[in-house]
């Protein structure tokens, strides 16, 4: 009786009052149940997705996958170090000009991206200053507006490490003097300023700099240039000017201490598992050895799993994650980039066939099995957050059960410092990567291109994807087993590291040869 008491107002409302509440309801909705909408939220996995989890999409391959059997002599030449290519680093032993006796006044610059987009303008920005004969401020970083990490440079580089090497090139200096304390990040921000450089051309010549910039360094003693990301040119420089910029790349720019404290934890520990250091003391030399390369201790691979929200919808490609992963991703289009996106015009299988799909952590996880990576391997995830959460990257597990990341390998104590700070997180990745026996980018980018660069650098084994051909084997059903298998690798018998010389065009930041890089004789 009572239920019905309170029922009664309800059924006495009219249809504008009851169209009123539901209104009323649908706006209070995202604060009653915030969760709801997240999907549309930039770079955060999808709930959509989550809940309806997707299958593998490729049951077969899977299976196969899981029965095969890798000799000795493919784990050998997976693991092997790449042989000498006939090319050295050589921006250690080179020596560019000296340094004139007065600097012609102070350059700032303003950097946005993400880190290694902002390691990009680092280095063009000493160029710049070398070209101009001025003093380079430490570089401000831009709080990232998709991650809003604020951190600094001092934040993430050992300042003076940078310093110290480049102290030969470029004059470079924490802090502007108290004469120019008034140039400001906020100081740009409000009102038009005659010390603003904002329409430098994206890859800008040095001549263009020379007779824009320096000659408002030198009325008012300083410039501050921003926007800066990709505002040097690649080619028609002196070659004293792109060894500075390899220089700036692979030798100046460390990481503070304690990012590199956190990364050599981290490498220990998937170099020597614990069960393999707690076993080693006892056990017979023979097999003490079976143990450690059945577990895969000694080895490990870096997997840079570039497979966020951003990328999966800008793709335009099918996931398989049902209709409601649909409407999300389309959604999310539709906010973030109006619904303009080339490959929306393509169907699934067409941007497969052309290789514009990134590889999902399963098809990953494919890639790595035909390719001779033992479910013994130790892999290490290089991600800040894949679409889908762990229901995308549950396969990949059950291929390889020694997935590790940050967190499955360091307390909460010792990633206090870098916790929701997408910059450093990306730091650790990165220092990770570089002590890796093998390193596998899913897709490309910017971490890809600067890792590529800097492992070519040093003759590290890097594998490359080939994505126009797994997008076209992947679509194949009816291929079993050794057949996907056998087209992978031949598919990837060039794509391990071997060096590719620098094309016109083509960033120095990608392919460090052959202006970091010298012949051997």
């Not at 340094?99 to 280095?123: A, T, W, Y």
């Not at 100046?252 to 998937?270: M, S, T, Y």
């Not at 209709?323 to 497969?352: C, H, M, P």
Request: glycine share 6%; aromatic share 8%; net charge positive.
């Amino acid at each position: 009786m009572l239920q019905m008491k309170q029922l009664q107002p309800l059924q006495n409302l009219n249809q504008s009052q009851k169209t009123a509440l539901a209104g009323v309801f649908v706006l209070l909705l995202p604060i009653l149940s915030p969760n709801l909408f997240r999907p549309l939220g930039r770079a955060s996995p999808s709930l959509f997705s989550e809940w309806n989890a997707p299958r593998p999409r490729h049951l077969r391959l899977l299976q196969g996958a899981l029965d095969r059997q890798i000799s000795i002599r493919q784990q050998v030449e997976l693991w092997s170090p790449l042989p000498d290519q006939g090319w050295k680093p050589c921006t250690l032993s080179y020596r560019g000009s000296p340094l004139p006796e007065k600097s012609q006044g102070f350059l700032q610059v303003f950097l946005d991206g993400g880190l290694n987009q902002q390691r990009m303008g680092i280095c063009d920005a000493v160029a710049v200053a070398k070209i101009m004969n001025v003093t380079l401020v430490i570089p401000r970083l831009e709080v990232n507006p998709v991650w809003q990490d604020s951190s600094s440079f001092t934040d993430i580089f050992d300042v003076e490490h940078y310093i110290s090497v480049l102290k030969d090139e470029v004059r470079i200096v924490r802090d502007l003097p108290t004469q120019y304390a008034w140039s400001t990040r906020d100081y740009y921000a409000t009102g038009i300023r005659a010390t603003r450089i904002k329409t430098a051309p994206v890859h800008a010549s040095a001549e263009w700099y020379l007779e824009n910039v320096l000659p408002v360094i030198q009325s008012y003693g300083i410039a501050a240039v921003a926007p800066f990301s990709h505002r040097l040119a690649f080619d028609n420089l002196p070659e004293s000017i792109q060894r500075l910029r390899c220089k700036v790349n692979f030798d100046a720019l460390n990481f503070v201490p304690r990012i590199q404290e956190l990364g050599d934890a981290l490498v220990h520990r998937l170099r020597y598992p614990p069960s393999i250091s707690r076993a080693s003391g006892t056990m017979d030399p023979t097999d003490r050895i079976n143990t450690i390369v059945k577990a895969g201790a000694g080895k490990f691979a870096v997997l840079h799993l570039r497979f966020d929200k951003d990328m999966a919808a800008h793709s335009g490609c099918d996931f398989e994650g049902g209709k409601a992963e649909k409407l999300a991703l389309a959604k999310y289009r539709q906010v973030i980039w109006q619904g303009r996106v080339l490959n929306s015009q393509f169907t699934d299988e067409e941007l497969r066939n052309k290789g514009r799909c990134p590889l999902t952590p399963e098809e990953i996880g494919l890639l790595l099995s035909a390719l001779g990576f033992s479910n013994n391997t130790r892999l290490y995830l290089a991600s800040h957050q894949v679409y889908g959460g762990e229901a995308r990257i549950s396969t990949l597990r059950k291929l390889f059960p020694g997935v590790e990341n940050k967190k499955s390998l360091a307390s909460a104590e010792e990633l206090a410092d870098v916790e929701g700070k997408a910059s450093l997180m990306a730091a650790v990745d990165y220092y990770v990567s570089m002590k890796s026996d093998i390193f596998i980018s899913a897709s490309p980018g910017n971490m890809h291109n600067a890792l590529l660069a800097h492992r070519a650098y040093l003759n590290l084994k890097t594998i490359r994807p080939n994505m126009i051909l797994l997008g076209q084997v992947l679509v194949n059903k009816s291929l079993d087993w050794s057949e996907f298998e056998g087209a992978v690798v031949n598919g990837h018998k060039n794509r391990h590291g071997q060096l590719r010389l620098r094309k016109q065009k083509q960033s120095i930041y990608t392919y460090p040869a052959p202006d970091c890089m010298c012949k051997v004789a």
